[in-house]
């Protein structure tokens, strides 16, 4: 009786022990994962996106990616880092864009309704130029889980307008859809307007659509 209570003993200890390493690495991982998304909003903020920040975040995310692989947000904002890095014009290597689509890949991978991660891989994609498979994947994930998500409508139209040229004419025709759909829905129509200017598209789009089912503003801007 008394080797069993030893070994229950034992037994309690190693779980008691396992328990206290599985918590100190999701609230390791937790602090990383903050710092790096600290970085990422003074970005929105406006402050300038340097490559010495952007190493910083990414050895941030890296870290707790160590700490908690499986957590879809650390992998995602591992992907939109470097989409942070193209807006602030800055290189990225081979290796780079492996890892960033990798983020989104591994993200998606366990959690496969997220609109959001769906979305942000689109912009990657075009911000790659890769317009592919993947691409197309992403695109019709995106609008099948978040359809009316302004923040999803709007990475797609970015994705998609300011590339219009070198999209074939099956991702033209959802590009114009999406757009159509855009300008009738409030929380984005004004957005919309503002990427298809930015493309130079905006007479083109607004074209074949409804002046009379639109809201006043935006027909206007598309007489």
Same mark, same amino acid.
């Given at each position: 009786?008394?080797?069993?209570?030893?070994?229950?003993?034992?037994?309690?200890?190693?779980?008691?022990?396992?328990?206290?390493?599985?918590?100190?690495?999701?609230?390791?991982?937790?602090?990383?994962?903050?710092?790096?998304?600290?970085?990422?909003?003074?970005?929105?903020?406006?402050?300038?996106?340097?490559?010495?920040?952007?190493?910083?975040?990414?050895?941030?995310?890296?870290?707790?990616?160590?700490?908690?692989?499986?957590?879809?947000?650390?992998?995602? #904002? $591992? =992907?939109?880092?470097? /989409?942070? &890095?193209?807006?602030?014009?800055? !290189?990225?290597?081979? %290796?780079?864009?492996? +890892?960033? #689509? $990798? =983020?989104?890949?591994? /993200?998606? &991978?366990?959690?496969?309704?997220? !609109?959001?991660?769906? %979305?942000?891989?689109? +912009?990657?994609?075009?911000?790659?130029?890769?317009?592919? &498979?993947?691409?197309?994947?992403?695109?019709?994930?995106?609008?099948?889980?978040?359809?009316?998500?302004?923040?999803?409508?709007?990475?797609?139209?970015?994705?998609?307008?300011?590339?219009?040229?070198?999209?074939?004419?099956?991702?033209?025709?959802?590009?114009?859809?999406?757009?159509?759909?855009?300008?009738?829905?409030?929380?984005?129509?004004?957005?919309?307007?503002?990427?298809?200017?930015?493309?130079?598209?905006?007479?083109?789009?607004?074209?074949?659509?409804?002046?009379?089912?639109?809201?006043?503003?935006?027909?206007?801007?598309?007489?």
């Amino acid at each position: 009786m008394l080797i069993t209570n030893k070994k229950f003993s034992a037994l309690l200890l190693v779980l008691l022990g396992v328990l206290a390493l599985s918590s100190l690495s999701a609230m390791l991982a937790n602090i990383f994962f903050h710092q790096a998304e600290r970085v990422e909003r003074q970005w929105q903020r406006g402050l300038p996106i340097t490559q010495q920040r952007l190493d910083s975040a990414q050895g941030w995310v890296t870290r707790g990616r160590f700490y908690a692989p499986g957590q879809p947000d650390y992998s995602q #904002l $591992q =992907g939109r880092l470097y /989409s942070w &890095a193209f807006i602030g014009r800055l !290189p990225v290597d081979e %290796a780079g864009q492996a +890892l960033a #689509l $990798q =983020g989104y890949r591994d /993200s998606l &991978a366990a959690r496969p309704y997220w !609109p959001y991660a769906w %979305a942000q891989l689109v +912009l990657l994609k075009s911000q790659l130029q890769q317009f592919d &498979a993947e691409f197309d994947l992403a695109f019709k994930n995106a609008q099948a889980y978040g359809r009316w998500e302004p923040k999803v409508m709007e990475n797609l139209l970015s994705a998609s307008l300011l590339n219009w040229s070198r999209l074939s004419w099956p991702q033209r025709q959802q590009a114009s859809d999406l757009f159509s759909r855009s300008v009738s829905f409030s929380p984005v129509m004004w957005q919309a307007m503002k990427i298809a200017d930015a493309s130079g598209m905006r007479r083109a789009l607004c074209y074949s659509l409804d002046k009379n089912k639109l809201h006043k503003g935006i027909a206007k801007r598309c007489r």
